[in-house]
Every structure is written in C-alpha cells, then in structure tokens.
C-alpha cells in the first residue's frame, strides 16, 4: 500500500469510486477511508477531492457517490493469499487475506467478511 500522501489519496478515492452502496452516511464513508489512513486531516482532503472530482455529493451527514458503475469485480480485482496477517478494518488475525487490486495500489489484507463491509456488499 502506498505510504506517501498522494497515494494514499488517490487510493482511497479509488475505494470511494467503487463502493457499492448509492448513499452512505458520512461516518460509513469515513470507516472505509479509515481502511487507508487514520489522518483527519488527510479524510478531510480526500472527502474534498471525491467532491471536486464529481465522485460524490455530500449533504446532511450523507454521501451519495457517483461512480457511473464501477464497482469491484471480486473475480478480478480481489486478490486471495494466505499468510499471517492482521485485517485493516478490525484488526483480526487472518491466516487468508483478501487484497483489492486497484488502478492507484493495493488495499488490504481484509477477512472475508469485512472486505464485503469495504466495497459496501454489506453494511
């Protein structure tokens, strides 16, 4: 995963892109940045380009994202690999995790039920 700001940023507006769920709670779409970096400051940046860049729309405590049908294709995009690994969402000890290819990195290791929590498969 990129460590630098600029990649951080445009991983996790990467991950904005393909959410699946149309509308989202604020506080939904910040768990997920969380994924990438824990920076406020940073959150505040990406949140501010996903809106500049036509990704979402932010009203009332919500975010509509507007991605025109991305959305990460399991079969291709996730990557499956075993190992000793610690999930980016809860923190859990995996022995399999689950890593999403994107154009701007690689996000992850996620189990397998919070890599659905990611993408928005579910809430």
């Given at each position: 995963m990129p460590q630098h700001r600029e990649g951080k940023r445009e991983l996790?507006?990467?991950?904005?892109e393909h959410l699946e769920?149309?509308?989202?709670p604020l506080a939904a779409v910040i768990d997920r940045i969380e994924t990438?970096?824990?920076s406020p400051a940073l959150t505040r940046e990406i949140l501010d380009t996903a809106d500049k860049r036509g990704l979402i729309d932010r009203e009332e405590g919500r975010v509509r994202v507007r991605r025109g049908g991305a959305f990460v294709r399991f079969e291709s995009q996730v990557v499956v690999r075993d190992g000793d690994f610690e999930c980016?969402?809860?923190g859990a000890g995996l022995s399999t995790g689950h890593f999403i290819e994107f154009d701007a990195g690689e996000l992850g290791p996620f189990g397998s039920e919070c890599i659905k929590k990611v993408v928005g498969r579910e809430e």
């Amino acid at each position: 995963m990129p460590q630098h700001r600029e990649g951080k940023r445009e991983l996790a507006l990467d991950l904005i892109e393909h959410l699946e769920a149309d509308d989202l709670p604020l506080a939904a779409v910040i768990d997920r940045i969380e994924t990438v970096t824990t920076s406020p400051a940073l959150t505040r940046e990406i949140l501010d380009t996903a809106d500049k860049r036509g990704l979402i729309d932010r009203e009332e405590g919500r975010v509509r994202v507007r991605r025109g049908g991305a959305f990460v294709r399991f079969e291709s995009q996730v990557v499956v690999r075993d190992g000793d690994f610690e999930c980016r969402r809860c923190g859990a000890g995996l022995s399999t995790g689950h890593f999403i290819e994107f154009d701007a990195g690689e996000l992850g290791p996620f189990g397998s039920e919070c890599i659905k929590k990611v993408v928005g498969r579910e809430e």
